[in-house]
């Protein structure tokens, strides 16, 4: 039968590092003290759950190889070598923003629509704005695709976003909200003379 063990640390005793499991700041000292009597899953679940700031995360793992070195580091922050050399290299070379998290964006699409193209399409949009993007494909034999066409009016403005029905509703409502008492008054009428059925029963009533 396995048994749940939970470990409280004092605030007193835990150091800078990572969040302990009782709302102090436990650092790496706490997981070495915790590992030797958890599974080696639940000990590495136990230290990346505590790791909720990545940046900051970082920092004290630079910090603690700094001063034990890359073997002792890894093995406290429960990751692998070359990870520790990796952060540790590019804070020697960046400093504290060398850490940050770094865009994963391409630098270069080698498939993007040229300037010449997006100009073409940005004066038709101006010179027929009526016109939707597949039409306007259709009729000038453009190279984009309609979706392209529509991606390049979303980025230099040429779309206006379509509000929402509720969003209509409460300008309508906010209008309304301004008028004063029976200022605006609707009314319906029917004329019964079309239906013959009702015309001698009105000539009665009037």
């Given at each position: 039968m396995e048994r749940l063990i939970v470990f409280v640390v004092h605030e007193s005793e835990a150091g800078e590092g990572v969040d302990g499991p009782a709302g102090g700041r436990a650092g790496p000292r706490w997981a070495?003290?915790?590992?030797?009597w958890l599974p080696p899953v639940i000990s590495t679940w136990y230290v990346r759950c505590a790791t909720r700031d990545a940046y900051n995360h970082r920092l004290r793992l630079v910090q603690y190889a700094r001063q034990h070195?890359?073997?002792?580091?890894a093995r406290a922050f429960a990751t692998t070598a070359p990870t520790v050399r990796k952060w540790l290299s590019r804070y020697k070379q960046h400093g504290p923003s060398g850490l940050r998290e770094?865009?994963?964006?391409?630098?270069?699409?080698?498939h993007k629509t040229s300037s010449a193209i997006e100009e073409q399409v940005l004066a038709l949009r101006k010179k027929l704005p009526t016109f939707g993007a597949a039409r306007l494909k259709r009729e000038f034999d453009l190279l984009p695709s309609h979706m392209a066409i529509h991606r390049i009016w979303r980025e230099h403005g040429l779309i206006r976003k379509r509000r929402k029905k509720y969003q209509r509703k409460q300008d309508l409502a906010a209008v309304k909200a301004t008028w004063r008492l029976f200022q605006q008054i609707s009314a319906d009428t029917k004329d019964l003379c079309d239906i013959p059925q009702f015309?001698?029963?009105a000539q009665q009533e009037c």
């Open positions: 070495d003290r915790i590992r030797p070195g890359i073997k002792p580091t770094l865009s994963r964006a391409q630098h270069h699409c080698p015309w001698p029963q």
